[in-house]
């Protein structure tokens, strides 16, 4: 997305067909919800989901009649279908016909489908095939999985038909796109993205050697899904977002600063070159970029609560210690390494996020062992699809080695 790229599109007309992957996630019930309030703007084209929680997907399909649904696990089909015939029973509603994708590749069908918008809200660089797929066919991209774009960089960028294809629904992006609508690109002179430290903010790192999942999962200020919650403890979230907001913005990684804000309610800001800073302020509530990304150009009425500007409040800033947390400076250097670089340092963190959720390592040996798979890798020289694979696989497999010698 460039500065002066606002689509001009419009949702005023005709209902937005949208696409919801990741439907009974922490960004998929949230965008639900926003659109049970605007059902008048929005028709769920689709849903898609993992698996894991069939009962809660029907109750989505049926509460918006959607036609279309899929699920990443193939052996689930017939259950799902028992789990919507029920529910179809009890809504006492005409019952119209469901049909139902699963595998591997389901998402990336949906994505692929040509809806107006596809809300990606998959967790993980498996999100990848859908971001694709929807780029391909045309449809407004609001993406909330990051990972997608660090792990695809220039192939993503590359898949897009028109420059405001992709409408950022990460906070902090969404913030940046939302400042960036009062300047041009060449006045940008940097971007400042906002954190809010994690749980651990300030901690000695003899302290946070033996932290628990469940103390890394009580994140201040928000609540989302586990991988992103750890991923922010260990401030590979703000890594994943320093690359994202280099690819998506076309600011080089020097001219962008982290700054810790603890309160989260600046989500994020861009200084120009005559001294000017635009920040975005707004208490934490992913429906307000959710709901920007599903109508962007255009604003939703009433999506959330604002700042009350009269009440006493104090908002702080202060710097990352970028040394101490070596996930942002290891973004740096992959970013600027590029290649296939990002997708290595994203898959590497992946598993180790899950071996950490598991109990099997400890937290510090997340972001230690993710460098030391990046610090063997060698970059393919041209960034294909089979390449971002071939290095996520060789990733996986090369932290796993090592955390199993632990
Ligand atoms: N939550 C938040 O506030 C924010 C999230 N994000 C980003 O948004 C994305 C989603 O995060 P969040 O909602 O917290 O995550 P959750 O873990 O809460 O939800 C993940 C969703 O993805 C689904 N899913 C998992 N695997 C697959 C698959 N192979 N195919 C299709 N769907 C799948 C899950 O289904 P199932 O239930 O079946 O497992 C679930 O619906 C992440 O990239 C995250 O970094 C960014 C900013 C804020
Ligand atoms: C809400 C959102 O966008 C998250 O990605 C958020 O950024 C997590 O907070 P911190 O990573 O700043 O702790
Ligand atoms: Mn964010």
Known sequence: MSSSAVSSTSVSGDPRSVALLGSTGSIGTQALDVI???RDRFQVASLSAGGANLALLAEQVVAFDVPLV???DDARRTELARHIALRQGESGRP??????LAGPEAATALAGAGADVVLNGITGSVGLGPTLAALAAGSSLALANKESLVVGGSLVKAAQRRGDQIVPVDSEHSAIAQCLRSGEHREVRRLILTASGGPFRGWARDDVKTVTPDAALAHPTWS?????TINSATLMNKGLELIEAHLLFD???RDITVVVH??????????????????????PDMRLPIALGLSWPERLSDVATPCRWTDPTSWTFEALDEELFGA????????EASGTYPAVYNAANEECVAAFLAGRIGFLDIVETVERVVAEHVSSPALTLEAVLAAEGWARRRAQEMLSRR
């Open 224 to 228: 989302m899904g586990p991988v992103v």
């Open 70 to 72: 899929a699920i990443a």
């Open 95 to 100: 019952v119209r016909p469901v049909e139902i």
């Open 262 to 283: 603890p309160q989260s309610v600046v989500h994020s800001m861009v200084e120009f070159v005559d001294g000017s800073t635009i920040a975005q302020a707004s208490p």
């Open 251 to 253: 600011v080089p990684v």
């Open 328 to 335: 942002v400076r290891l973004a740096r250097e992959v970013a």
């Open 36 to 38: 049970s309030r605007h």
